[in-house]
């Protein structure tokens, strides 16, 4: 029997509730596939804090770089926010990319149809949307030297070297292969030279990639034409703060934040979180949606261990159960059937196991 061994860090808030029902949904795939998954769990973020004094400790990276994929809640909440930047429980995900070398950030935004009521923008504009943001996640301004501050300026340097923008071109290439072949480099090229640059490899990249499209956007276009046409786009590749904003904005077409999914990758190792945080305010309520840590797991199937189908059922079971009209609260309109966490997980099952029994 295939077996994988998955570090599984549920962290604070909701983070554990989401984790749990996502890994009963693993489970089903475990059993309808034949294939063993190992959890190894530790504590990560304000928990962790608690335990041990660090967001992360030395053994918990060392389980994760040991595994084959990481899940991961989320972490942060009250109890921790006084304490100085540098300890806070959210240093734990600045460490796991550090650590695990995780480079590429890939949020897909996808409207299922039975929600295309919920964004804020119109059910035309919205409907059918499915894009995927590749941001680069360990280079750029957010890391670049020199920065600093005094009392009269402060400063940042965007640096990207070759290598890197070459990997992170080669992920959006490889991805929309797999998707629609086409690729929209967003940069800043007609005033930054670091933008020039990135645009001038990413051209380079894409000679081998011939049957994918590629054209470019500057950042400020690209943010207007996420909000005005978002259906325009398949896979969008940027560098790391344009990508932090732009992916915000492509997850807001979608209208909640309990729908996103993401993975970030690196060349040995992958980690895969919802986007949303802790939420205090819900914690420990059984109110929490479960759909985009559940996604997460989707994800980790078609990306690391090679299991795109069942991935593509998971996708295709929450999409029916929301057609079915199940809602958690923060999606929940009048005419909608409300339920709980744990409802919305065994519901996601019950449909995985349908979409089996059609397929077989
Ligand atoms: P949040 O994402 O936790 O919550 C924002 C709002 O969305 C809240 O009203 C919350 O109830 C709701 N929400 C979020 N996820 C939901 C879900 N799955 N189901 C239903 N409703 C959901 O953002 P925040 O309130 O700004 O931050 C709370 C804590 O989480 C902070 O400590 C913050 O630093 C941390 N945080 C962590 C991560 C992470 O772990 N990756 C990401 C963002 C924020």
Redesign the pocket.
């Known amino acids: 029997m295939r077996s994988y061994k998955i570090a599984v860090l549920p ?1 604070d ?3 554990p509730e ?1 984790m749990e029902a996502a890994l009963k949904v693993l489970d089903t795939v475990g059993e309808m596939e034949s294939v063993k998954f190992e959890y190894e769990y530790a504590q990560v ?1 304000g928990c962790a804090i608690d335990e041990t004094g660090k967001p992360l400790s030395e053994e918990t990276l060392k389980m994760c770089q040991q595994s084959d994929a990481v899940l ?7 109890k ?2 006084s304490l100085p930047q540098d300890q806070k ?2 240093q734990a ?1 600045l460490q796991l990319r550090g650590g695990l070398g995780l480079y590429s950030n890939l949020r897909p935004a996808v409207v299922f149809p039975a929600l295309a009521g919920a964004s804020s923008l119109r059910e035309e504009v919205v409907s059918g949307v499915d894009v995927m943001v590749v941001r680069e996640l360990t280079g750029g301004i957010y890391f670049g030297t020199p920065k600093g501050a005094d009392a009269n300026k402060g400063w940042n340097t965007m640096v990207y070297e070759r290598h890197e923008v070459e990997r992170i071109a080669r992920v959006a290439f490889d991805l929309a292969r797999k998707r629609s072949s086409r690729v929209t480099s967003v940069d800043k090229a007609n005033v930054l030279d670091v933008s020039q640059f990135w645009r001038d490899i990413v051209i380079e990249i894409h000679q081998e990639y011939p049957d994918v499209e590629l054209d470019h956007m500057y950042v400020d276009n690209a943010a207007m034409q996420l909000v005005r046409t978002p259906k325009q786009f398949d896979v969008i590749v940027t560098s790391n703060m344009f990508g932090d904003i732009l992916s915000d904005i492509a997850a807001m077409v979608t209208g909640s ?2 729908m996103l999914p993401s993975a970030s990758l690196g060349e040995k190792h992958a980690l895969y ?10 914690a420990g309520q059984n ?4 759909l ?1 840590m559940i996604m997460s797991v989707a994800m980790m199937l078609s990306y690391t261990l090679d299991m795109g189908n069942a991935g593509a059922a998971i996708q295709s079971a929450v999409s029916e159960v929301l057609e079915a009209g199940y809602r ?3 999606i929940y309109q009048d005419g909608d059937k409300l339920v709980s966490s744990t409802e919305m997980s065994d519901l996601v099952i019950k449909q995985l196991i349908q979409i089996s029994a059609r397929v077989a």
Request: glycine share 26%.
């Open positions: 962290g808030g909701i983070g989401v973020g991961l809640g989320a972490v942060g909440g009250p921790w926010e429980p959210e995900l934040l309990g979180e919802p986007v949303h945080g802790s939420a205090p305010d819900i109110k929490a949606n479960p985009a958690t609260g923060e």
